[in-house]
């Protein structure tokens, strides 16, 4: 059972992807395929038994080479996929960074696509109109705010998308490659937002391929190697390991 | 969920070994994400009529536009023994437009939500309500050419009228049963909306909307009288182009296949809905 102050616990959560031999997405074809009986699935494990928990104020990092199933976690952390087998609990509100600006639009405005996107992180509107003035002054973006998005640029919208994310204190936050995010100036705000998250006991699960990120954010690491946990622990020994693994290899 | 310093023992709870059943935490979740429907409504309109100089008239020249010509084809060329013809047709036809866009809206933004809702957890069917309620809005917008037109050419509404909005509640009911439906098979099969648009096309001429039900032969009344949109239908429109309530028989037939469609549309909709996010 969760201890009280867990905020994350995945139990030997599995995920299987049903892979099409050839990918068939038109019914046509599958009525075709299936009157000839050739319609191949391949089962791929995109996650293995994975466990883990992570508690208030504790930030993991997952480290692993692409389609390790690192996403895949993070998918499953935030309610995006359901695991196929195990268990996942998880108590707070979470803040997903999962893709910053997913979801805005290119014909609102930055304000409209500001209240557009914090009501699909869940929030209510009078929250936001609280909120307003402060997530546009993080993402300095004052003058342009009554712009359309197609005018911005990629760091602009990125700088919207992270602030409207961050700008209420999660339980939680989920961040997969945190440092596309603008410049060098405005990465460096984000990490200290991130920062005070922390201290603020906001629990943190992390992926990122960059272990010098990893090594300064996280207490703790988890390696995965095709959907299964290679090393799990302090995260200099975990970085010691992958870091051999990788350069043996 | 307004507070972030609250203890502990109060914070929102995800535990997979704890669900209710789909159908059910869905609803709870579109009420936890109630504010979003607005949000996307608004965003559709503005998205719609932002770019055009006409913007909204539009949405009242269109059943305008055909109404002229359909009239003057239907009037002349095929006479069919009904006064006040233009409301007749008008009415069928602003509700046909409705429910044929609804029900291909709601796929389409499924499919749209689709991108978004691999990344964040939104639950799904707010999509589909929002997308009704802009197909609603809509509806209602188109409601004033169509009584302007009831007007001048003298029908004088009562108390029936009363039974308009109750139609258009269920035919929003029945659209959304039906995109749901739609949108489960879509979520696999991305043809079936293309698959769709010539049924909508073949359903169209198989419900009295462009001619008076009595040309129906009287060998394939049944078929008509299965036809739940023609049902609903008729509890929109009798009280406009009659000016009396539809019978009672109409009204509990189309409630029950609004309600019916809505029901198994959500069962089916939420209980396959996970499936999708493990295709590659």
Redesign the interface.
């Known amino acids: 059972m969760a201890a009280?102050?867990d905020r994350i616990l995945v139990e030997d959560v599995s995920?299987?992807?049903?892979?099409p031999h050839e990918r068939i997405?038109?019914?046509?074809e599958?009525a075709i395929r299936r009157l000839q009986r050739r319609v191949v699935f391949e089962d791929?494990w995109a996650l293995n038994g994975v466990t883990l928990a992570v508690r208030?104020g504790e930030s993991v990092g997952v480290i692993g080479r692409n389609g390790a199933g690192k996403s895949t976690l993070l998918?499953v952390i935030?309610?995006?996929?359901?695991?196929?087998a195990?268990?996942?609990?998880?108590?707070?509100?979470s803040a997903?960074l999962?893709?910053v600006g997913?979801?805005f639009?290119h014909?609102?405005t930055g304000r409209?696509n500001v209240?557009?996107n914090a009501?699909?992180?869940?929030?209510?509107?009078r929250?936001i109109e609280r909120r307003f003035g402060e997530i546009v002054a993080f993402a300095e973006l004052e003058a342009f705010i009554d712009s359309p998005l197609r005018t911005y640029s990629s760091g602009m919208a990125a700088r919207l998308g992270f602030a409207v994310a961050t700008a209420?204190?999660?339980?939680l936050l989920i961040v997969d490659e945190l440092l596309a995010v603008g410049d060098e100036a405005f990465q460096q705000k984000c990490l200290e937002r991130i920062e005070s998250f922390k201290r603020a006991n906001v629990a943190l699960v992390i992926v990122s391929h960059d272990l010098a990120v990893i090594s300064r954010m996280c207490g703790r690491a988890m390696w995965l190697d095709r959907g299964k946990v290679a090393a799990f622990g302090d995260v200099a020994e975990v970085a010691t390991v992958y870091r051999a693994a990788i350069t043996g290899a | 969920?307004?507070t972030?310093s609250v203890p502990?023992?109060v914070?929102?709870?995800?535990?997979?070994?704890n669900l209710a059943p789909p159908f059910w935490e869905e609803l709870l979740q579109v009420w936890?994400?109630r504010?979003?429907v607005p949000?996307?409504v608004?965003?559709d309109l503005?998205?719609r009529y932002?770019?055009s100089i006409l913007g909204v008239a539009w949405t009242l020249l269109n059943p305008l536009g055909m109404l002229v010509v359909l009239t003057v084809v239907f009037s002349q060329l095929f006479r069919f023994d009904l006064p006040n013809y233009p409301v007749y047709l008008l009415s069928g036809i602003v509700f046909w437009t409705f429910f044929a866009q609804t029900s291909s809206a709601i796929a389409n933004h499924l499919l749209w939500g689709t991108?978004?809702?691999?990344?964040?957890?939104?639950p799904r069917t707010v999509f589909a309500l929002s997308a009704t309620v802009t197909g609603l809005i809509n509806f209602a917008i188109s409601l004033v050419p169509l009584f302007a037109i009831a007007l001048l050419a003298g029908v004088r509404p009562d108390v029936s009228l009363l039974l308009v909005p109750f139609g258009m509640f269920l035919a929003a009911a029945f659209a959304l049963g039906v995109g749901l439906l739609l949108s489960t098979?879509a979520l696999?099969?991305?043809?079936?909306l293309d698959?769709y648009q010539i049924v909508i096309s073949a359903w169209y001429f198989l419900t009295p909307i462009l001619y008076p039900q009595q040309i129906f032969p009287d060998a394939y009344r049944w078929a008509l009288n299965l036809n739940p949109v023609y049902h609903i239908l008729e509890v929109f429109r009798h009280p406009i182009y009659w000016t009396s309530a539809a019978g009672p028989l109409t009204l509990l037939a189309a409630t029950v296949s609004a309600v019916v469609t809505l029901v198994l549309g959500w069962i089916v909709f939420t209980t396959r809905a996970?499936q999708i996010?493990?295709?590659?």
């Open positions: 009280i102050d995920v299987r992807y049903r892979v997405s038109s019914f046509k599958y791929f208030a998918r935030a309610r995006v996929l359901k695991p196929t195990g268990r996942v609990f998880v108590r707070g509100r997903p999962l893709e997913a979801g639009h014909e609102l409209e209240f557009l009501t699909l992180l869940g929030h209510s509107r929250e209420w204190k999660p339980d | 969920m307004t972030t502990s023992e914070l929102p709870v995800y535990d997979t070994a936890r994400y504010y979003l949000q996307l608004s965003r503005k998205t932002k770019r991108t978004l809702l691999s990344r964040i957890y939104v098979i696999e099969f991305a043809d079936i698959m996970d996010a493990y295709k590659v």
